[in-house]
């Protein structure tokens, strides 16, 4: 089982909507979680880190993490096409970082 | 956050030869890693360099192949050696900042000719 698994996708979602992106993770004692945002042919740029259990909410971002299911979500309203881009689950367990293998969206116009 | 560096940004190499990169972050921090991320993949973490002794190699990677200096707590290289056309990758130096956030450099992009 991976340490941390994301639905590749790609996700496409219509300009305007509400993007979801998943992420679960394997070890229950993992502290830190983040989401990154990588454009095609750049590094990753952190968006968003959460660290409690619910809702973290940075302008149109918001993440939830839900740490009984060992789930962490990536909320993006009002999906603008700038969003498209892959977007990393990223999980930090005792100093290990862990990354998702990334879900790619797109937001049509 | 740190603000990170790498040089060369780019670079076009002929198969056999070696190249450096170079990584440098504004901050002193604890943690620097390096990752390769082929084209169309994930990130893969190469090694964990660690100052002032030898870097801590994933599985898969050697010392011999990615030798890695970390000479401070704000410099690091690392070395492709004897490249091969499997070897074109970019390339990403990455800091853990305050002990929990890792930040990544801008990256540097490898053609093995």
């Known amino acids: 089982q991976k340490e941390v698994e994301q639905n590749s996708g790609p996700l496409s979602v219509p300009e305007g909507a509400i993007a979801s992106l998943n992420c679960t993770y394997s070890d229950r004692g993992s502290q830190s979680f983040f989401w990154y945002r990588q454009y095609s042919g750049k590094s990753p740029e952190l968006i968003m880190s959460i660290y409690s259990n619910g809702d973290k909410e940075d302008g149109r971002f918001t993440a939830q993490l839900n740490k009984a299911s060992q789930y962490v979500s990536l909320l993006i309203r009002d999906s603008q096409p700038s969003d498209s881009a892959t977007y990393l689950c990223a999980v930090n367990t005792g100093n290990q970082f862990y990354f998702g293998t990334g879900t790619s969206l797109t937001v049509i116009p | 956050s740190a603000v990170i560096s790498q040089k060369p940004s780019r670079d076009i190499c002929q198969r056999g030869t070696s190249l450096t990169i170079q990584c440098q972050v504004d901050s002193q921090v604890t943690m620097m890693f390096w990752y390769r991320q082929q084209p169309g993949q994930s990130l893969t973490l190469i090694a964990t360099?660690?100052?002032?002794?030898?870097?801590?190699?994933e599985s898969g990677f050697v010392i011999d192949k990615f030798p890695i200096s970390r000479p401070n707590l704000t410099f690091s290289t690392l070395t492709v050696s004897n490249m091969s056309p499997e070897d074109s990758s970019i390339y990403l130096c990455?800091?853990?900042?305050?002990?929990?956030?890792?930040?990544f450099g801008p990256g540097t992009r490898l053609l093995v000719l």
């Open positions: 360099a660690n100052q002032g002794s030898e870097a801590t190699y």
């Open positions: 990455s800091v853990v900042w305050q002990g929990e956030t890792q930040y």
